[in-house]
């Protein structure tokens, strides 16, 4: 079983900057989709970004599309999430998501249920 642990969340000031990292045990990320969503208080969770397991091809929301950037460390077994010119709205608990061992797959997934393992969340909050 693959364990995802998020770190990096915090309290920032509206345009500020954070980088949050998941770290994973218990299984390699290097043939995984990796992803990560947010949740607000009372809204569903939504996709942000995600990183395709072999070719590192990228894929972001709207919202947060020229601020955001997804990368991941193979050796390292992490994948981080490096958050610019935050605002807001960007406040929520953020959560990184790890797909099933792919083979042979160069893209990525936006949706909840294509992704098997999922950490606790880490709480990112920006004040105006």
């Known amino acids: 079983q693959v364990q995802l642990v998020e770190s990096g969340g915090g309290l920032v000031q509206s345009g500020g900057s954070l980088r949050l990292s998941c770290a994973a045990s218990g299984g390699t990320l290097s043939n995984r989709v990796m992803g990560w969503f947010r949740q607000a208080p009372g809204k569903e969770r939504e996709f942000v970004a995600t990183?395709?397991?072999?070719?590192?091809?990228?894929y972001y929301a709207d919202s947060v599309k020229g601020r955001f950037t997804i990368s991941r460390d193979n050796a390292k077994n992490t994948v981080y999430l490096q958050m610019n010119s935050l605002k807001p709205e960007d406040t929520a608990v953020y959560y990184c998501?790890?797909?099933?061992?792919?083979?042979?797959?160069?893209?990525?997934?936006?949706?909840?249920?294509?992704?098997?393992?999922w950490g606790q969340g880490t709480q990112v909050t920006v004040s105006s």
């Open positions: 998501a790890a797909s099933a061992m792919q083979s042979n797959y160069i893209g990525y997934y936006t949706e909840t249920n294509e992704y098997s393992y």
């Open positions: 990183i395709s397991a072999s070719v590192g091809r990228t």
